[in-house]
């Protein structure tokens, strides 16, 4: 069993910088690909970012490639996503997620249903 709990959140204006945590527990962290999700008030959770386990791949959603930038550290069970230049439409509740079993297909860490473990998430809001 994996337990996420994600950290960071609060409130900013439009172009400031946050950094939110994820913390894992367990000895798996380094077999674990690692997703970040988003979900705005009357919308669906929508693909943010994701790491692969090895660290040798990153993916990230049109809407924050080249704001937003996914990480890992294995020593301290934790990814991290840094969101530079937010805007308010930025603004909904993050979510991490966790993979341990693995997957080679293509563009599958982009999909909520391919995770196996989710944090409760964390508030960020943008105003203008």
């Known amino acids: 069993q994996v337990q996420l709990v994600e950290s960071g959140g609060g409130l900013v204006q439009a172009g400031d910088s946050l950094r939110l945590s994820c913390a894992a527990s367990?000895?798996?962290?380094?077999?674990?690909?690692m997703g970040w999700f988003r979900q705005a008030p009357g919308k669906e959770r929508a693909f943010v970012a994701a790491?692969?386990?090895?660290?040798?791949?990153?993916y990230y959603s049109d809407s924050v490639k080249g704001r937003f930038t996914i990480s890992r550290d294995n020593a301290k069970n934790t990814v991290y996503l840094q969101m530079d230049s937010l805007k308010p439409e930025d603004t909904a509740v993050y979510f991490c997620?966790?993979?341990?079993?693995?997957?080679?297909?293509?563009?599958?860490?982009?999909?909520?249903?391919?995770?196996?473990?989710w944090g409760q998430g964390t508030q960020v809001t943008v105003s203008s």
């Open positions: 367990g000895r798996t962290f380094s077999r674990q690909d």
């Open positions: 790491l692969r386990r090895s660290g040798s791949s990153t």
């Open positions: 997620a966790a993979r341990l079993t693995p997957t080679y297909i293509a563009g599958s860490l982009a999909r909520r249903e391919m995770y196996e473990y």
